[in-house]
């Protein structure tokens, strides 16, 4: 079966740090690649998607990703967190097989200090 | 635009009681999901409706889940009875074609609690 891997199941980090979370994923074929994003008390929403061309895919509120075939690796980015990033981040594939369904990793949840 | 509204917010029940769920999509989308979240975990994906058919139930637990989707609208899905391992948020998603694939827009979950 597929799957999504997550590695750090929480980061908490001060503001102004640089924020990178990891998602690997075990599909070997076409895919296409998202990270949802859920604010405190709010539903989750897209934050980035990636389907083709450009590896480097940039998403709302300053956040960009980068698929890297190679390492089956689609890492979300921020160069400078800021307090209203403290979320809970998810990692999702899909892929034709599975008929288009989202396979979802667990999750990271990032606490900003202030 | 009016996002994907559920209720109740929070359900808690005692075992071998039953609950159910409702879900209103966004207008004109016609594929409607519900998924369960376990602490901790991503969304499972229990059924997907294209309007008012349930195209893939395969991983929905059908001898206490249940669900529908009447008029391709509106949909409600079930359990009954509970059990104590059903504790969980489930929640509805829906999307349109116009839409991109993967491209889906949540409500905020019912939290159920099952003592």
């Known amino acids: 079966a597929q799957s999504v891997s997550q590695h750090n199941h929480h980061v908490i980090l001060s503001e102004a740090a640089s924020l990178e979370l990891g998602c690997n994923y075990s599909?070997?074929?076409?895919?296409?690649l998202f990270w949802y994003v859920q604010y405190p008390g709010q539903h989750l929403q897209l934050l980035l998607k990636?389907?083709?061309?450009d590896p480097l895919v940039k998403g709302i509120k300053g956040f960009e990703a980068e698929f890297i075939k190679s390492k089956f690796s689609f890492n979300l980015r921020k160069p400078s967190v800021q307090w209203s990033d403290t979320a809970e981040y998810f990692c999702?594939?899909?892929?034709?097989?599975?008929?288009?369904?989202?396979?979802w990793g667990a999750g990271t949840k990032l606490i900003i200090k202030p | 635009e009016a996002g994907v509204v559920q209720s109740p917010r929070y359900k808690i029940i005692e075992k071998k009681q039953p609950v159910a769920f409702w879900c209103n999509p966004i207008?004109?989308?016609?594929?409607l999901y519900w998924y369960r979240q376990n602490l901790g975990q991503g969304p499972e994906l229990l059924i997907r409706?294209?309007?008012?058919?349930?195209?893939?139930d395969s991983q929905l637990p059908k001898d206490r889940f249940s669900a529908e989707r009447l008029k391709g609208v509106d949909s409600t899905l079930k359990i009954q009875p509970a059990e104590l391992g059903d504790s969980a948020v489930y929640l509805c998603?829906?999307?349109?074609?116009?839409?991109?694939?993967?491209?889906?827009?949540f409500g905020e979950g019912s939290r159920l609690t099952v003592l």
């Open positions: 998603a829906s999307t349109s074609d116009l839409a991109g694939v993967g491209e889906l827009f």
């Open positions: 409706y294209e309007n008012e058919e349930a195209v893939d």
């Open positions: 207008s004109g989308h016609n594929t």
């Open positions: 990636y389907f083709s061309g």
């Open positions: 599909y070997g074929g076409t895919v296409n």
């Open positions: 999702a594939v899909c892929e034709p097989d599975s008929n288009y369904q989202l396979i």
